[in-house]
């Protein structure tokens, strides 16, 4: 599974509240993703990062920052969760062939 | 990245092989075959990839025709917990920026 956890994996909050996410990984990975998945729309890439403090925007940023202090950890924030980033959030790491290995997932309700 | 055309659905008995077939007739010659699957409300699993040759790893086999453009993933063996969204995507293995773009897939169905 390449030793990747998120944390936390569940979480209801109110509109306008920012949220942290947490993507950590054990294998000293350098390139880090953030997907969100919903119904209809598959995984689209939100930001990803190709090294500590060196990230870039994906297709659906607006509303996300990240940030990658430390190589293990890649941190997806909602600056002021709305209703419509209720998703499912993936973060991912690529691989020596460009595979890329995913975590469990955290479901995020915006309510 | 070239596009690629799955079936949307297929079964498959317990214990038979399941061959999943994958169309991508516009690949480069740069371009490999990766194979993902999405077990129900699980982070998609990469499964196996290759660009000519047939591959074989511990979960798959993946057959390749000679002019690339298609695929054949092969579950020797499925088991009901092989039941899942199975995604083939088409892209060249170079570094850098690496989103992956996932099509609608086969929902593979393992019955008893």
Known sequence: ?111 | DAKTTQPPSMDCAEGRAANLPCNHSTISGNEYVYWYRQIHSQGPQYIIHGLKNNETNEMASLIITEDRKSSTLILPHATLRDTAVYYCIVRASSGGYNKLIFGAGTRLAVHP
């Open chain 1, 1 to 111: 599974d390449a030793g990747i956890t998120q944390s936390p994996r569940h979480k209801v909050t109110e509109t306008g509240t920012p949220v942290t996410l947490r993507c950590h990984q054990t294998e000293n990975h350098r390139y880090m993703y953030w997907y969100r998945q919903d119904p209809g729309h598959g995984l689209r890439l939100i930001h990803y990062s190709y090294g500590v403090k060196d990230t870039d925007k994906g297709e659906v940023s607006d509303g996300y920052s990240v940030s990658r202090s430390k190589t293990e950890d890649f941190l997806l924030t909602l600056e002021s969760a709305t209703s419509s980033q209720t998703s499912v959030y993936f973060c991912a790491i690529m691989g020596s062939s460009n595979e890329q290995y995913f975590g469990p997932g955290t479901r995020l309700t915006v309510t």
